[in-house]
């Protein structure tokens, strides 16, 4: 069974960093491309990151780009999403989640770990 | 970035109703559209890719259809487990981006 564990998520004032975590189990990590999606409280959806096979390529939306960094490492099967420089606005729920291969779309998505950016 | 607008925003329908849940696009995305289930203080669940490929393990009263700028999703015979928020992902091109969301609600 595709299990998918994020961890780290909290409270933490506007500016500051947090990292998150996902850990990945039933299925062989290192074949998928991986992603963090995110979803503001009563709000759609929102792809934060995803992450090549090998963590060579990245990719980000301009509302994240060059204060988010994801990576993984695939000894562990696990996923990380470093968050600085944080705003209210990325107050949300962040999912991590397994692209179906050669696609962007996400077929196996975690419980979600919750971050609120408040002083 | 291409805009995804999801109608209706919600709707309310009784036990054995079939539904549509329409998502069009703001440029032709070449059936590269996916549907999401997503239940309260859950994590969405993949139903349908590539605008029509059932995923495995997704009840075959759902399908989904459409081409171009337009698709839709079909709930056929509801069930009271089928009360949940829909959404559609383009992942045509990037950003892959998301519609707003169907609230469904069961009678």
């Known amino acids: 069974e595709v299990q998918l564990v994020e961890s780290g998520g909290g409270l933490v004032q506007p500016g500051r960093s947090l990292k998150l975590s996902c850990a990945a189990s039933g299925f062989t990590f290192s074949n998928y491309y991986m992603a963090w999606v995110r979803q503001a409280p009563k709000k759609g959806l929102e792809w934060v990151a995803t992450i090549s096979t090998s963590g060579s390529r990245t990719y980000y939306p301009d509302s994240v780009k060059g204060r988010f960094t994801i990576s993984r490492d695939n000894a562990k099967s696990s996923l990380y999403l470093q968050m600085n420089s944080l705003k209210s606005e990325d107050t949300a729920t962040y999912y991590c989640?397994?692209?179906?291969?050669?696609?962007?779309?996400?077929?196996?998505w975690g419980q979600g770990a919750s971050v609120t950016v408040s002083s | 970035d291409i805009q995804m607008t999801q109608s209706p925003a919600s709707l309310s329908a009784s036990l054995g109703e079939t539904v549509s849940i329409e998502c069009l696009a703001s440029e032709d995305i070449y059936n590269n559209l996916a549907w999401y289930q997503q239940k309260p203080g859950k994590s969405p669940q993949l139903l349908i890719y590539?605008?029509?490929s059932l995923q495995d393990g997704v009840p075959s009263r759902f399908s989904g259809s459409g081409s171009g700028t337009q698709y839709s999703l079909k709930i056929n015979s509801l069930e009271s487990e089928d009360a949940a928020t829909y959404f559609c992902l383009q992942d045509s091109e990037y950003p892959p981006t998301f519609g707003g969301g169907t609230k469904l609600e069961l009678k």
């Open positions: 590539y605008a029509s």
């Open positions: 989640a397994r692209h179906l291969l050669a696609s962007y779309v996400m077929d196996a």
